[in-house]
Nanobody, 118 residues
Framework: QVQLVESGGGLVQAGGSLRLSCAASGSLFSGNRMAWHRQAPGKQRELVAS???????NYAESVKGRFTISRDNLQNTVSLQMNSLKPEDTAVYYC????????????WGQGTQVTVSS
């Protein structure tokens, strides 16, 4: 079954840390760029961080220095380590894949809620 399954969301106080994980079926993961996006209430979905199949990373300015994206090409997982969390990081976080030959991220997980209290 082709799927992305996120885990690791929850409630944390400002300044705390969370680690999100996304397990992908092999057909989705291998050779493809993976990313984490987020969507806060009333706001558009935004790219948080992405990682290529070779390990090159990109981050939104708002999370640089605080978040780290990584991937395990043997376990077919992509993770997002989030440190120094702020209330404005509160959102539903989605794992996504940009499959080869597609024009954008085209396969999404179901999302996991991250809530940061002040």
């Amino acid at each position: 079954q082709v799927q992305l399954v996120e885990s690791g969301g929850g409630l944390v106080q400002a300044g705390g840390s969370l680690r999100l994980s996304c397990a992908a079926s092999g057909s989705l993961f291998s050779g493809n760029r993976m990313a984490w996006h987020r969507q806060a209430p009333g706001k558009q979905r935004e790219l948080v961080a992405s990682i290529s199949s070779g390990g090159s990373t990109n981050y939104a300015e708002s999370v640089k220095g605080r978040f780290t994206i990584s991937r395990d090409n043997l376990q077919n997982t992509v993770s997002l380590q989030m440190n120094s969390l702020k209330p404005e990081d509160t959102a539903v976080y989605y794992c996504a894949v940009w499959r080869f030959g597609r024009s954008s991220y085209d396969y999404w997980g179901q999302g996991t809620q991250v809530t940061v209290s002040s």
